[in-house]
């Protein structure tokens, strides 16, 4: 099983970025995804979700508006596309796999870092 993601780097306020996740090893279309953050000295926290079969989204408050995730379950592949990006987004960016059914699995991607800054 693997969730990579990657896509982030160095980008001034205002800009977009646009992050993927490429799964391999399960089967893609039985997860929901999710997009998760961490900052210094924070804790990790959901950014982004979405249902198995891209019907439903949810953004935390902080985002809505301004991103958005999309799936393309042909690829195995979720997407963040991240506009309008403020300083306080900086943080690493992390993908999540959770099956919507019995047995609950759940995998993690290794983060990509997002810094904003000018």
């Known amino acids: 099983v693997q969730l990579v993601e990657s896509g982030g780097g160095l980008v001034q306020p205002g800009g977009s970025l646009r992050l993927s996740c490429a799964a391999s090893g399960f089967t893609f279309s039985s997860y929901d995804m999710s997009w998760y953050r961490q900052a210094p000295g924070k804790e990790r926290e959901l950014v982004a979700i979405?249902?198995?079969?891209?019907?439903?989204?949810n953004y935390a408050d902080s985002v809505r508006g301004r991103f958005t995730i999309s799936r393309d379950n042909a690829k195995g592949t979720v997407y963040l596309q991240m506009n309008s990006l403020k300083p306080e987004d900086t943080a690493v960016y992390y993908c999540y796999a959770a099956r919507t059914r019995w047995p609950k699995l759940a995998y993690w991607g290794q983060g990509t870092q997002v810094t904003v800054s000018s």
């Open positions: 979405i249902t198995d079969d891209g019907g439903s989204t």
